[in-house]
């Protein structure tokens, strides 16, 4: 006598798991994230605004993070947010690095300043013993 409800030989038919994995939850989780950090990343960027002069050279590598000189427009210095006088510019960089000479510093610059005004910002910070002084500029639209 057959026991009802199990087929002809007495064992139960089990349902295999599928093997598939749904994605579509994933790729709700990633595009919200995405969105958070497209909103985000520009937020944490800080610095004086300054119209920088475009360039097709390549970056420069960042081995760690260096120091920023900013010149506006007016010709007023800050050394990254704080404003400084050309007087006491070397003695905050000595401060800000640690007296350490080889310490990467970038000079930015507002295009509408005359040329001799940044070299001689340049000079004065190269005259305070840094060695590793560079130029930024900013990419044209268009260029790798």
């Not at 605004?49 to 260096?66: F, G, I, Y």
């Not at 005004?117 to 910070?125: A, K, P």
Request: net charge positive.
């Amino acid at each position: 006598m057959a026991l009802a409800g199990r087929g002809g030989n007495g064992r139960r038919r089990r349902s295999r798991p599928e093997a598939e994995i749904n994605v579509t939850p994933l790729v709700d989780v990633m595009l919200v994230l995405l969105i958070i950090f497209m909103v985000a990343a520009p937020m944490m960027t800080s610095g004086v605004n300054v119209d920088l002069p475009k360039t097709s050279a390549s970056p420069v590598n960042n081995d760690n993070k260096p120091l920023t000189v900013s010149m506006k427009a007016d010709g007023t210095i800050y050394l990254g947010d704080e404003r400084v006088t050309p007087e006491d510019l070397v003695t905050r960089l000595k401060a800000a690095s640690d007296n350490d000479p080889t310490r990467r510093i970038f000079v930015r610059a507002d295009a509408k300043i005359d040329y001799g005004q940044v070299m001689g910002l340049m000079g004065r910070i190269t005259s305070g013993g840094f060695t590793h002084v560079a130029l930024l500029a900013q990419q044209p639209a268009g260029e790798p």
